[in-house]
């Protein structure tokens, strides 16, 4: 599939270099003199690094084979965060350091999506929020309230989150995996 500068919008995927790349931001140009040109700032889905780049008004770029599947978080072992695809059973790991901050919400059983190319798992998705129990904070006293301070707690996971002062180790939390924010107290 070929995709010219005209159909270019915020979230649109290219490959470029054999690489693939996620528009951030674009811009239409139409100098006094010369031709039109396209300004847009690209972010590389392998790496998350980005870089900007000036394409001629009308150029044609190809689609990035990309595919999406559904896959459960089985376990991690060492530095290797394991996956399991859950209509054929095929199972594949990440390093630790390719999933950066993403492994600190990864809870077994839980289901991400994790993006391909070419057939290659290149990136996993986590689910924007994530209910995870307080696996140890300092404990709460009396008179804390919802509206005081907030206090350092580790989740189940690992990860470490600020919650309100009085959260105690036990408590279900709602965080937001895209900022790493305590959402609020979950029951049950």
Request: net charge negative; proline share 4%.
């Amino acid at each position: 599939m070929v995709i010219s500068t005209s159909e270019f919008r915020n979230g649109a995927k290219i490959e470029l270099d054999g690489e693939p790349y996620v528009i951030v931001e674009f811009q239409h140009v139409k100098p006094g003199k010369g031709g039109a040109f396209v300004r847009t700032r690209l972010k590389s889905l392998r790496t998350g690094s980005v870089i900007d780049r000036t394409f001629r008004s009308g150029e044609k770029l190809e689609a990035p084979d990309l595919e999406e599947k559904a896959m459960q978080f089985l376990y991690a072992a060492d530095e290797e965060f394991h996956f399991m695809d859950a209509e054929t059973f095929d199972q594949l790991f990440f390093q630790a350091s390719c999933l950066g901050d993403s492994r600190g919400y990864l809870k077994e059983g839980m289901v991400i999506k994790v993006l391909f190319h070419k057939g290659i798992p290149i990136s996993v998705e986590l689910p924007f929020f994530v209910e995870l129990r307080i696996a140890g904070t300092d404990p709460g006293v009396k008179g804390d309230t919802a509206s005081g301070g907030t206090k350092p707690a580790r989740l189940e996971s690992g990860a470490v989150v600020k919650v309100p002062l009085y959260l105690s180790e036990g408590d279900l939390v709602k965080v937001d995996t895209r900022t790493g924010a305590y959402v609020e107290r979950v029951r049950g």
